[in-house]
């Protein structure tokens, strides 16, 4: 049962627009959420984090935006640069426990 | 920085062999957490352990245990691999602090690749 979910499994850009990643999840008790960005044999690096009590957190080129009762949150990132060709996951959990459910990933092209 | 070190990047087994792979969390980190992240799929959750103690258990077969040490690094002991088995096996670390709500940010290490042939 995938609780986090990423349905656009690839995007591309052009350098300098904005990317936007989407992510929606459909357990209502998860209260933090963030973003990872993963390079080909690396682990995943992360990026940003929000929690419930917030709809943005904003840090240098990422923003990352939630929607409560929509139950989805996006990752913004502008400029985009092609550094940031990747594949990204978004990653739920909730406050009681400690575990994170991820979603199946977006790789991002970010073309120069 | 410090980041989370995982040994070794790749293993090569064979079915029904044993295998353990370790984890070095960043220094003063106190909680590790092992994900097992198949081909193509999102990376799955086995089990955490937060001061030595299990915290956390999710989708670790039997055949799997693990454990955390005094110096807080971990070891994820499998056995009877199977075919399956193969995998990107991550280990991530965070701080928790004492009291405060787990929503603690978890740093990956790079991984351990699997192959059971």
């Known amino acids: 049962d995938q609780q986090v979910k990423q349905n656009s499994p690839s995007l591309s850009v052009q350098e300098g627009r904005i990317s936007i990643l989407n992510c929606d999840y459909t357990?209502?008790?998860?209260?933090?959420f963030l973003w990872y960005k993963k390079y080909p044999a690396e682990g995943p690096t992360f990026l940003i984090s929000?929690?419930?009590?917030?709809d943005k957190n904003e840090d240098g080129r990422f923003t990352v935006f939630l929607n409560k009762s929509a139950k989805h949150l996006s990752l913004h990132i502008v400029p985009s640069q092609p550094g940031d060709s990747a594949v990204y996951f978004c990653?739920?959990?909730?406050?009681?426990?400690?575990?994170?459910?991820f979603g199946t990933g977006t790789s991002l092209t970010v073309i120069p | 920085a410090a980041g989370v070190i995982q040994s070794p990047r790749h293993l090569i087994k064979e079915k029904r062999e044993t295998a353990t792979l370790k984890c070095y969390p960043i220094?003063?980190?106190?909680?590790v957490y092992w994900y097992q992240q198949g081909p193509g799929q999102d990376p799955q959750f086995l089990i955490s352990?937060?001061?030595?103690?299990?915290?956390d258990k999710g989708s670790i077969p039997d055949r799997f245990s693990a454990q955390q040490f005094s110096d807080y690094h971990s070891e994820l002991n499998m056995s009877s691999l199977e075919l399956g088995d193969s995998a990107l096996y991550f280990c991530?670390?965070?701080?928790?602090?004492?009291?405060?709500?787990?929503?603690?940010?978890?740093?990956f290490g790079p991984g351990t690749r699997l192959t059971v042939l």
């Open positions: 929000i929690s419930s009590i917030k």
């Open positions: 990653a739920a959990s909730k406050v009681s426990g400690n575990q994170f459910y």
């Open positions: 357990n209502s008790m998860f209260d933090y």
């Open positions: 352990f937060y001061e030595k103690m299990q915290s």
């Open positions: 220094p003063r980190h106190d909680t």
């Open positions: 991530a670390s965070s701080y928790r602090l004492a009291g405060e709500p787990i929503t603690d940010t978890q740093y």
